[in-house]
């Protein structure tokens, strides 16, 4: 899926062309961060890691979630429910794929990092799960 660049959202404080993205990302974590993919359930690292620490934004580094808001969720992908910051995510309407979704962006790149949902009933704080794909993330784990 080609995903144009988003138009209705504020300008991204980490700007690049598709080709400077392309030599930043693996081609799977273009698809993903760039073109709105979605990897498989159950086969990206951060799938079942309790490990403590930050997840940041793979393409661009900013700070998006901790693993103090991640919780299992048992859906194929890693689960967090709430951004670290309310402005690390930037929210928006997805109506692809004959679906009514909310779909997750960095707020720094405008990366697409996966889907929000609510009232699905898990005993979280906000009663929401963010859905996010373990390959737009990168774990920094907290030093002990």
Known sequence: MTRTQPTDLPPAKVALTDDEW?????????AVLRQAGTER????????????????????????FRSSE???SHC?????????????????????HGMRRVEVLCSSCH?????????????????QRYCINSISLRLVATEL
């Open 111 to 127: 990366s697409h990092l996966g889907h929000v949902f609510t009232g699905e009933g898990y005993p979280t704080p906000t009663d």
């Open 70 to 72: 991640k919780f299992d």
């Open 76 to 96: 194929g992908w890693p689960s967090f429910f709430d951004p670290s910051q309310s402005d690390a995510v930037i929210l928006r309407p997805d109506d692809s």
């Open 22 to 30: 392309r030599q930043k990302l693996t081609p799977e974590e273009f």
């Open 41 to 64: 359930p159950g086969v990206g690292e951060y799938v079942d890691t309790h490990t403590e620490g930050v997840y940041q934004c793979r393409a661009c580094g900013a700070e998006l």
